[in-house]
């Protein structure tokens, strides 16, 4: 079993900063893929970024790439969103998310399918 939990979300004006973290524990973090998705009221789940094993390989979504960063630090077993030139529309609740059954991929999932473990979310909310 794996047991994910996020932290660094909360309120900031648009253009400004946050930086996401997500500690993972309970099985070998750095052999599967994580990714960050994100719900809004009213809306779909979505991907935001994702990244491999290794860290060697990431994906963002159109809308934040250039803005956002995603990394991890297998050492400290914590998947990482540095989140810049935030906007209102970032605004949402952001989960963690870890692949389970697909280890030493190249390419990080990037549907909700494809991960078996999530957190439980952290508000985002950018003011314009």
């Known amino acids: 079993q794996v047991q994910l939990g996020e932290s660094g979300g909360g309120l900031v004006q648009a253009g400004g900063s946050l930086r996401l973290s997500c500690a993972a524990s309970g099985r070998a973090f750095s052999a599967f893929a994580m990714g960050w998705f994100r719900q809004a009221p009213g809306k779909e789940r979505e991907i935001v970024a994702a990244?491999?094993?290794?860290?060697?390989?990431?994906y963002y979504v159109d809308s934040v790439k250039g803005r956002f960063t995603i990394s991890r630090d297998n050492g400290k077993n914590t998947v990482y969103l540095q989140m810049n030139s935030l906007k209102p529309e970032d605004t949402a609740v952001y989960y963690c998310?870890?692949?389970?059954?697909?280890?030493?991929?190249?390419?990080?999932?990037?549907?909700?399918?494809?991960?078996?473990?999530w957190g439980q979310g952290t508000q985002v909310t950018v003011s314009s």
């Open positions: 998310a870890a692949e389970g059954t697909r280890s030493y991929t190249l390419v990080p999932g990037t549907e909700s399918d494809d991960y078996d473990y």
């Open positions: 990244i491999n094993w290794s860290g060697g390989y990431t």
